[in-house]
Each structure stands twice: as C-alpha cells, then as structure tokens.
T-cell receptor, first 114, second 113 residues
Framework: DAGITQSPRHKVTETGTPVTLRCHQTENHRYMYWYRQDPGHGLRLIHYSYGVKDTDKGEVSDGYSVSRSKTEDFLLTLESATSSQTSVYFC?????????????FGSGTRLTVV | AQSVTQLGSHVSVSEGALVLLRCNYSSSVPPYLFWYVQYPNQGLQLLLKYTSAATLVKGINGFEAEFKKSETSFHLTKPSAHMSDAAEYFCAVSGNTGNQFYFGTGTSLTVIP
C-alpha cells in the first residue's frame, strides 16, 4: 500500500533465533500497529504505538517486543522465535486513534519458523 | 467490549449473482463498523465504513452495507458478483474510544464462472 512498507516480505527462520520485522511509513501518522493473521482467527493485535517511544500491548503480545525510535519506523521483534509464531504479520497505520479513520495496512510479512 | 461474528467462513456465488456476506457485532457503545477486503498475498483494503451517519453505506467496487441496530448486523452486499470480487472479506468494529479494531475471522468469497 502506498505510504507503508513492510520488510522483509518473506522470511524463514529457525526456532530460537531472534527476528525483527520492520514497518516504515511515509504518511507521518501518529499511530502504528502490528497484527498477526492466522486461519480461523482473523487479525489479532500484537502491539501498537501512539507516538515515538510510546507503545502498548495488544491481545497476543507474549513473545514479542516493539520499538519506535522515529515516527516513520515501527519494529517488531520476536525474541526467540517459536513455531507458533509462524504467521503473516501486518503493519497498519492511522492518523487518529479513534473512530472513523480506518487503518491503512501494509502488504504483510510471511514468517515461517522451522 | 466489542466483537464481531462473521457467519460463514466460505461463501460461493455464481458470477452475476447477489453477494451477501454476514456480520453481526456486539458493542457496549455506539459502534463504528468497517468492511475490509484482502486479495491474495496483499494487505487489507478498506471497502466501506459506518460512522453513525447514513445507515446504508456505499463503498468501492459496487459494495454496500446496511447498519441495522435492531439486528446488530452490518451485512455486506453486492447486486452482481464479478470474478474480480474473489477475495477474503473482514468485518471490524471499533468503539468510540477504541485504540484498536476487533476483526472477525473473515469470509472467503469464491465466484464461480
């Protein structure tokens, strides 16, 4: 999607290794989110950020950490990857925290933990 | 708390037939409702949204949805399916002070030629 880029697009990693996914935006939006998408579960929020160095946990945050040192970048780190973290990860951005704005999503990162 | 339920994880329609994807919501506050579409290997794209204005909302690609408070529903419809409509569709709800959306589990739409 225009204005939001995720990298890498695909990654295969081994169990126990750390992994960092990057979300980069050019929209100067304040709010950024990391979701994971799994069959039968839809999208579930991992972490979100409401400003530089301001982050909070979502419903499935265990095993994940995030950092946001600049407005445009939001990093998701799997401290020690497990097979249960095999998923498609989506970053989203929004200009307003509350209603009506909707989110803009990146194209996703497909992560496989072997 | 807010949540959404999408009835039917898979829906198949013939090309040219009516598309009806069901979404029911639960919300303790006036909800804001959204439909997103996801094409293969892509991110989610906003189709339409309800934010307490008109109850019948028109979106992109000929889709529309009607907010029915009495039925707590926000079903997505399109009069005539096109092959290009084949995708995954997600309903989502947000409260008026929400810092996140709550997504349904998705409905995969297949269009049969």
């Amino acid at each position: 999607d225009a204005g939001i880029t995720q990298s890498p697009r695909h990654k295969v990693t081994e169990t126990g290794t750390p992994v960092t996914l990057r979300c980069h935006q050019t929209e100067n939006h304040r709010y950024m989110y990391w979701y994971r998408q799994d069959p039968g579960h839809g999208l579930r929020l991992i972490h979100y950020s409401y400003g530089v160095k301001d982050t909070d946990k979502g419903e499935v945050s265990d095993g994940y950490s995030v950092s946001r040192s600049k407005t445009e970048d939001f990093l998701l780190t799997l401290e020690s990857a497990t097979s249960s973290q095999t998923s498609v990860y989506f970053c989203a951005i929004s200009e307003y925290q509350t209603v009506g704005a909707g989110y803009t999503f990146g194209s996703g990162t497909r992560l496989t933990v072997v | 708390a807010q949540s959404v339920t999408q009835l039917g994880s898979h829906v198949s329609v013939s090309e040219g037939a009516l598309v009806l994807l069901r979404c029911n919501y639960s919300s303790s506050v006036p909800p804001y409702l959204f439909w997103y579409v996801q094409y293969p290997n892509q991110g989610l794209q906003l189709l339409l949204k309800y934010t307490s204005a008109a109850t019948l909302v028109k979106g992109i690609n000929g889709f529309e949805a009607e907010f029915k408070k009495s039925e707590t529903s926000f079903h997505l419809t399109k009069p005539s399916a096109h092959m290009s409509d084949a995708a995954e569709y997600f309903c989502a709800v947000s409260g008026n002070t929400g810092n996140q959306f709550y997504f349904g589990t998705g409905t995969s739409l297949t269009v049969i030629p």
